[in-house]
């Protein structure tokens, strides 16, 4: 996770040009720098309240955007226009990449399999962060159980929207500026002779980036103080300080962090796709040691008599 952190930090550095590219992106990844390791060795309290300030900016967000691209869609935008789902018949709602047919879906599919699977990390953050709440066994069910209801509204009724409102081959979807002129929202909106929005998108995914930087940092370092606790990481990483909060395992995780420098002598928006293959890569491959962890745990409760249904005795250092 922790190599995940660079790629959030060069992602919000990509942002802030949007506003302002004579500032060497060198200062920015610094503050935002500064800002995730302040929170994070200050007390798990002072990440959940950053965390629920960010979430709710987020929430707001893109709840509005859905709600405003339904009535684009419907014809409520300055032009009238009713759009409907024109643009799943043409140009179609599945492009092809390299070759044409169906052998060109396909790799349209793994084309973006990446990018679709980073937007979709760090979702075990509850199971971690649950360790450190007063109420794990009540807390850590109900937001498993709302997990699901959060990733259908809001990332696949968005996407949605979004193929309803926006055309597969608009240009504007093909300008690497990684800012938020390439938001389909963004274009949509534009389109429809609505013009506001790009900065205020912006500014919101920015926080969003530095949010989800955070998280990286919280879940690496109490995985190696959990491991740390079982035995297969140094003691040292135990340690914590007056807030509560194992620094060892903080400073330890934030040694990737100066890679994101390489955004000073690289275009930022390249040097995020390297960030984002790698991080992307390993976060498929920790998803499937997860789950074969998962039914190993679950055989093995099975073998013994445990019901899953009943109170179990069971513990475990998260």
């Not at 200050?42 to 509005?64: D, H, N, P, Q, W």
């Not at 869609?73 to 018949?89: A, H, M, S, T, V």
């Not at 938020?180 to 949509?188: H, K």
């Given at each position: 996770?922790?190599?995940?952190?660079?790629?959030?930090?060069?992602?919000?550095?990509?942002?802030?040009?949007?506003?302002?590219?004579?500032?060497?992106?060198?200062?920015?990844?610094?503050?935002?720098?500064?800002?995730?390791?302040?929170?994070?060795?200050?007390?798990?309290?002072?990440?959940?309240?950053?965390?629920?300030?960010?979430?709710?900016?987020?929430?707001?967000?893109?709840?509005?955007?859905?709600?405003?691209?339904?009535?684009?869609?419907?014809?409520?935008?300055?032009?009238?226009?009713?759009?409907?789902?024109?643009?799943?018949?043409?140009?179609?709602?599945?492009?092809?990449?390299?070759?044409?047919?169906?052998?060109?879906?396909?790799?349209?599919?793994?084309?973006?399999?990446?990018?679709?699977?980073?937007?979709?990390?760090?979702?075990?953050?509850?199971?971690i962060?649950?360790?450190?709440?007063?109420?794990?066994?009540?807390?850590?069910?109900?937001?498993?159980?709302?997990?699901?209801?959060?990733?259908?509204?809001f990332?696949?009724?968005?996407?949605l929207?979004?193929?309803?409102?926006?055309?597969?081959?608009?240009?504007?979807?093909?300008?690497?500026?990684?800012?938020?002129?390439?938001?389909?929202?963004?274009i949509?909106?534009?389109?429809?002779?609505?013009?506001?929005?790009p900065?205020?998108?912006?500014?919101?995914?920015?926080t969003s980036?530095?949010?989800?930087?955070?998280?990286?940092?919280?879940?690496?370092?109490?995985?190696?103080?959990?491991?740390?606790?079982?035995?297969?990481?140094?003691?040292?990483?135990?340690?914590?300080?007056?807030?509560?909060?194992?620094?060892?395992?903080?400073?330890?995780?934030?040694?990737l962090?100066?890679?994101?420098?390489?955004?000073?002598?690289?275009?930022?928006?390249?040097?995020f796709?390297?960030?984002?293959?790698?991080?992307?890569?390993?976060?498929?491959?920790?998803?499937?040691?997860?789950?074969?962890?998962?039914?190993?745990?679950?055989a093995?409760?099975?073998?013994?008599?445990?019901?899953?249904?009943?109170?179990?005795?069971?513990?475990?250092?998260?």
């Amino acid at each position: 996770m922790s190599i995940s952190v660079p790629a959030e930090i060069s992602a919000a550095a990509t942002l802030i040009q949007f506003w302002n590219t004579s500032i060497n992106p060198g200062v920015w990844i610094t503050v935002f720098l500064a800002f995730i390791i302040t929170v994070n060795f200050c007390g798990v309290r002072l990440y959940g309240e950053t965390e629920v300030v960010f979430a709710s900016i987020k929430i707001m967000t893109i709840i509005g955007l859905i709600i405003g691209g339904l009535v684009i869609d419907l014809g409520g935008g300055p032009n009238g226009e009713r759009i409907g789902f024109r643009y799943w018949q043409n140009p179609g709602a599945f492009n092809s990449y390299l070759v044409p047919g169906s052998a060109g879906n396909f790799l349209a599919f793994w084309k973006v399999l990446l990018s679709a699977a980073f937007s979709y990390g760090n979702i075990q953050v509850v199971a971690i962060s649950g360790s450190e709440t007063r109420e794990p066994r009540k807390i850590i069910p109900a937001a498993t159980r709302k997990t699901f209801f959060r990733v259908f509204f809001f990332y696949v009724l968005s996407i949605l929207v979004v193929g309803m409102i926006v055309p597969s081959n608009d240009p504007s979807l093909s300008i690497s500026t990684g800012t938020a002129q390439q938001s389909p929202f963004v274009i949509a909106f534009t389109r429809s002779g609505v013009s506001v929005l790009p900065s205020i998108i912006n500014a919101v995914v920015c926080t969003s980036a530095i949010s989800s930087g955070s998280a990286c940092v919280f879940i690496a370092s109490r995985t190696l103080y959990g491991l740390s606790c079982d035995g297969h990481a140094p003691k040292i990483l135990q340690r914590c300080n007056r807030f509560g909060t194992p620094h060892y395992a903080v400073g330890l995780t934030c040694i990737l962090m100066p890679l994101v420098y390489l955004n000073v002598a690289n275009n930022t928006s390249v040097v995020f796709g390297w960030f984002v293959n790698i991080t992307t890569v390993a976060g498929l491959i920790g998803w499937i040691v997860i789950e074969v962890t998962y039914l190993r745990f679950y055989a093995g409760l099975k073998a013994q008599g445990y019901s899953r249904n009943g109170k179990l005795i069971t513990h475990s250092t998260l």
